[in-house]
């Protein structure tokens, strides 16, 4: 299982600086300094309630059937999780779980149901295909004489109508563990990276996938080998590579390493072409994240408190250095909220380890460059933890451990500063509530949303999460212009395929008071 490192490195903490180690013993001394240090400074506190409004709150620790280790909203607003069995282990070949907010928190708002598959989806990738609603696990994990994470080329899907987990019987080409998914503008599922085989002495050679596939409901699947890349989405970028469809029509594609690239899948007569970008980021890690904040945007954490803004929309890509969010967050979670803010979760300072754990969530906010710390959560968030924006406007943390120094069969409930009054009192905000919206919506189009009052200040569209491994799938963030007459609006839908790929996106009204309401789920193609 690959863990980064952590240390040596140079980095920094409220002013506090690591200087790399010249020796093991002094790397050593360097990560306990740095974990005493950071004892006070991290530990969960209460914190008082006048300032709700400006920081959110988290609620109660709340007990999971097993480790979220993989996370997928549904088109009915239910989530999906995998990757454990109830004790915590490590194997997505037992078990599944659907939970349903609407229920609340309790045993009685999850499903628990067996994976009769045969596969082991744990380290797979997973997302909800635009036309069917179903969600798509790609690859796995397999043990071999006893080893561990083996690949596996198993396709799988899970029918939210049913609550089936059933095989799609057709494999991929390749084997993926470790792979990424996400939609492209024409509705295909594109699949990047991936590792095909461990390092074990005297059995295998660790080896990667360079080879992306597309995926096509009622059609099937087809290789891409003309485009095989080591750089791109092999050897040194295979771990859930960082791509987003983008504005010009391509796929975006952030390595780790720092090199970017456009793909192009439907290029060449559909045999692809591929074009590294002039430009050049600093160095990042399989356990950094990044996320699209805006159309054609990405904010993208890097190494050493590092973070940049990625603007796709003119003719070559660019960047700007921004704020970091305070010390490198290794296993954090990059999760774009209601109103377009970035909250950043969970992680720490060392890879994995308790130290320089971070209880406390930041907000970014893109308008000015702002962090704000939320309060602290009662968990530390990890490796194999998840963060989801729902329905509701709130977003769920969930998981870590599997292997950790937590095994978190648990979740907590973030609620962020717009829910609540603008005041001193920790009130929740009075909602406003969509009376009617359609199910379905054409780019481009006007669709007409009925509200229970007047002057909604804003509209907001995201697209519904998909989270596994620091990485949310998809998820992206649009606003969207509306008039209004009363209590009706007329709201119109993005502009094309490229700003928004096809599927289900959460719509999401503002009142005047910037308060959101509950989002009206809408699939958009």
């Known amino acids: 299982m690959p863990i980064h490192p952590g240390l040596p490195f ?37 914190h008082a309630a006048f300032d709700t409004y400006q920081r959110g709150s988290f609620g109660a620790v709340v007990s999971w059937p097993l480790i979220p280790i993989h996370a997928a909203l549904l088109p009915d607003g239910r989530l999906l999780t995998y990757g454990t069995d109830g004790q915590g ?24 149901l067996p994976n009769t ?37 198993d396709v799988n899907l899970f029918d939210w109508r049913s609550n089936a987990l059933y095989s799609a019987q057709a494999p991929m080409a390749f084997l993926r563990w470790y792979p990424t998914v996400l939609t492209l503008a024409n509705g295909s599922t594109l699949v990047l990276g991936g590792r095909q085989t461990p390092a074990v002495p005297g059995a295998s050679t660790e080896s990667w996938v360079t080879t992306p596939e597309v995926y096509t409901e009622g059609i099937g699947w087809r290789s891409l080998p003309a485009v095989a890349s080591d750089d791109a989405y092999g050897a040194r970028n295979w771990s859930y590579p960082r791509a987003w469809q983008a504005p010009n029509g391509q796929v975006f594609i952030a390595t780790k390493w720092g090199g970017t690239y456009y793909l192009d899948p439907n290029a060449a007569a559909g045999a692809g072409q591929l074009t590294r970008t002039p430009l050049k980021l600093a160095e990042s890690d399989d ?63 060392v890879s994995n380890v308790a130290i320089g754990v971070t209880y406390s969530a930041r907000i970014w906010n893109p308008a000015n460059n702002s ?7 009662k968990k530390m968030r990890l ?10 406007a709130r977003v769920l943390l969930g998981g870590g451990g599997a292997p950790g120094p937590q095994n978190n069969l648990n979740a907590e409930i973030y609620t962020p500063p717009y829910l609540y009054k603008q005041d001193r009192t920790a009130t929740l905000a009075t909602r406003p509530v969509i009376t009617s919206a359609p199910q379905t ?59 928004a790929p096809p599927g289900y996106y959460m719509l999401f009204v503002f009142n005047s008071a910037g308060v959101p309401s509950v989002a009206k789920i809408i699939k958009l193609g």
């Open 10 to 46: 140079v980095g920094s903490f409220d002013g506090m600086r690591v200087r790399k180690s010249k020796s093991t013993a002094g790397r050593t001394r360097a990560v306990k300094a740095l974990g005493a240090a950071l004892v006070a400074a991290l530990t969960p506190t209460a």
């Open 89 to 112: 282990n490590q194997t997505g070949q037992f078990t599944y779980d659907v939970w349903d907010p609407s229920k609340g928190t309790g045993p009685a708002s999850h499903l628990t």
């Open 117 to 153: 598959t045969g596969a082991d989806t744990f380290c797979s990738g997973q997302i909800v295909l635009p036309a069917s609603g179903a969600v798509l696990l790609t690859g796995g994990d397999r043990t071999v004489n006893g080893v561990r994470n083996y690949s596996i080329n």
């Open 287 to 349: 356990y950094l994240p990044s996320v699209m904040f805006a159309p054609g945007k990405v904010l993208s954490l890097r190494k050493l408190n590092r973070a940049v803004v990625i603007d796709l929309n003119g003719a070559t890509p660019t960047s700007k250095s921004v704020w970091g969010v305070g010390q490198d967050r290794y296993h954090a979670s990059a999760t774009v909220m209601a109103d377009g803010k970035v909250l950043v979760s969970g992680g720490s300072m």
């Open 371 to 377: 962090w704000t710390t939320t309060p602290s959560g």
């Open 383 to 392: 490796y194999h933890s998840v963060a989801m924006l729902l329905p509701d």
């Open 441 to 499: 919506a054409a780019w481009g189009a006007r669709i007409n949303v009925g509200v229970d009052v007047a002057g909604i200040s804003r509209v907001t569209l995201v697209k519904t999460g998909s989270a596994t491994h620091t990485v949310d799938f998809d998820q992206r963030f649009l606003p969207l212009t509306h008039t209004a007459s009363g209590t009706q609006l007329s709201v119109t839908m993005p502009a094309n395929a490229n700003l």
